[in-house]
T-cell receptor
């Protein structure tokens, strides 16, 4: 069945540095890979997503890369800012009307 | 337009009681999903509804149930509450229902505490 491992569980960086969060999965049927950001006390919100026919997608300072052969995908945040501090969740989607989420990464950006 | 609305936002129950949580999706969204969020466990899928039909259910005991009404509003019920049911219950709606086709819009959640 679907399973996704997310690493690291916590990540602390200095403002301006880059941050990378990686997720690995096992279900080959997964074809949708979104990333959600949840600020403290707030609802999760989609920040970027990628589909299985695309290897990389960028949106300003964030990017996601997908390696379907190795079954892993990563979130890259460049030039981090304090407002990037949050919990980030990767997720898997297929044709079964649900998302399977990773356990989250607490990102702290230190000014 | 209005976002996903969940009620109540906070509630405290005792073991053995039952609880009903409500979710109103974004207007025009026909798919509603429910997730349980606990510290360190991420978001765990409970169920998904589309046009009043449950299309998928997660690995939760039968004490967890849900339904969707003709106006797309959804409710979930937990019976015979246990301490481990304490969690944030998140509802999410989407336009088409196929999660692999687009964004899930989450509500702010209902925080349940079981004493």
């Amino acid at each position: 069945g679907e399973n996704v491992e997310q690493h690291p569980s916590t990540l602390s960086v200095q403002e301006g540095d880059s941050a990378v969060i990686k997720c690995t999965y096992s279900d080959s049927a997964s074809n949708y890979f979104p990333w959600y950001k949840q600020e403290l006390g707030k609802r999760p919100q989609l920040i970027i997503d990628i589909r299985s026919n695309v290897g990389e997608k960028k949106d300003q300072r964030i990017a996601v890369t997908l390696n379907k052969t190795a079954k892993h995908f990563s979130l890259h945040i460049t030039e981090t800012q304090p407002e990037d501090s949050a919990v980030y969740f990767c997720a898997l989607g297929g044709s079964n009307y649900k998302l399977t989420f990773g356990k989250g990464t607490l990102l702290t950006v230190n000014p | 337009k209005a976002g996903v609305t969940q009620t109540p936002r906070y509630l405290i129950k005792t073991r053995g009681q039952q609880v009903t949580l409500s979710c109103s999706p974004i207007s025009g969204h026909r798919s509603v999903s429910w997730y349980q969020q606990t510290p360190g466990q991420g978001l765990q899928f409970l169920f998904e509804y589309f046009s009043e039909t449950q299309r998928n259910k997660g690995n939760f005991p039968g004490r967890f149930s849900g339904r969707q009404f003709s106006n797309s509003r959804s409710e979930m019920n937990v019976s015979t509450l246990e301490l481990g049911d304490s969690a944030l219950y998140l509802c999410a709606s989407s336009l088409s229902g196929g999660v692999n086709t687009g964004e899930l819009f989450f509500g702010e959640g209902s925080r349940l505490t079981v004493l």
